[in-house]
């Protein structure tokens, strides 16, 4: 089978060593950045790399688009004339109400597209950040659509769990995108305005521990990625944001009040609710 992958990021990157180990030998990689390329030749991830995709996506079986949400549309519709019949393509965007309409109504005829989301990732961006442990005991969501053969969808969840993930799960994309929403973008939304509401030109890295350390770990960002998530599901972001107002309020309320009944019954609430998860 001719694998071919489209951006050798940190999670394009992290699918090519996965494949090196399981022992697929027809793995390319296109990327924009030539030096990417070469860094993933020289691991021996990709049997060879292409800044121009028409060079050899005519060939491959299998296509991981590893790029921003907004850049598969492009993608799709720069390419719809040279796809192989019977190729199958997945993502790994972390929206998919963006683009999914589009990209399946301009799909040719043979070319089956079974959008999938990799719920793992790193902080650091570039393939020098790639890990073949990245998946492993994650969750990885398959987004459903009337298109889809089963063994499309099969061929894609056997991969999911041959490369580590531990669970996978078929939902609808209006889903998918709200519960991602609370699940992804709503930590970051935390970890960014933790780190920012901090006082300027406080000795802070002296003081933290394991909790501040922990929870700022995704404030470090890649801004262009996670600005286009934000806003691409900003109707679903702006509902758990508002949520989490909420909640909040109830606990700046107790402590504004003393009220130590109320905050140890939020308390008990949180680490039922914790331990159920």
């Known amino acids: 089978m001719n694998i071919v992958i489209v951006g050798l ?8 060593l996965c494949l090196k180990e399981l022992g697929y030998k027809n793995v390319y990689g296109i990327d924009i950045d030539k030096e990417t390329l070469k860094k993933a030749e020289k691991m021996g991830i990709i049997k060879k790399g292409f800044m121009e995709e028409h060079e050899i996506i005519k060939e491959a079986d299998l296509i991981i688009l590893s790029v921003y949400p907004e850049l598969i549309k492009e993608f799709i519709n720069k390419n719809k004339h040279n796809f192989r019949n019977g190729v199958i393509i997945t993502d790994t965007a972390g ?7 589009e990209v399946i109504d301009m799909l040719p005829k043979g070319v089956d597209f079974v959008f999938g989301h990799p719920m793992a990732g790193r902080e650091k961006r570039g393939i020098d950040f790639a890990s073949k442990d990245v998946f492993r005991g994650a969750n990885y969501l398959i987004i459903k659509n009337n298109r889809n053969k089963p063994e499309s969808i099969s061929l894609i969840k056997d991969l999911a769990y041959s490369i580590g993930f531990k669970n996978v799960k078929e939902i609808s994309y209006s889903y998918h995108d709200e519960i ?3 699940t992804s973008q709503l930590p970051h939304v935390l970890a960014v305005s933790l780190i920012n509401s901090d ?11 394991d909790s501040y350390r922990d929870l700022t770990r995704i404030a470090n960002i890649n801004e262009n990625l996670w600005s286009e998530l934000f806003i691409g599901n900003k109707d679903n972001l702006l509902k758990s944001i508002n949520n989490f107002e909420r909640e909040l309020n109830r606990l700046k309320n107790c402590i504004e009040l003393g009220d130590r009944k109320g905050l140890k019954a939020e308390f008990k609430k949180s680490t039922m609710r914790r331990e159920r998860l």
């Open 95 to 101: 929206i998919k109400g963006l683009f999914i309409d």
């Open 180 to 182: 991602i929403a609370f």
């Open 199 to 209: 006082e300027e030109n406080r000795d802070t890295g002296k003081f933290i521990g």
């Open 9 to 16: 990021g940190v999670i394009g990157g992290s699918y090519a």
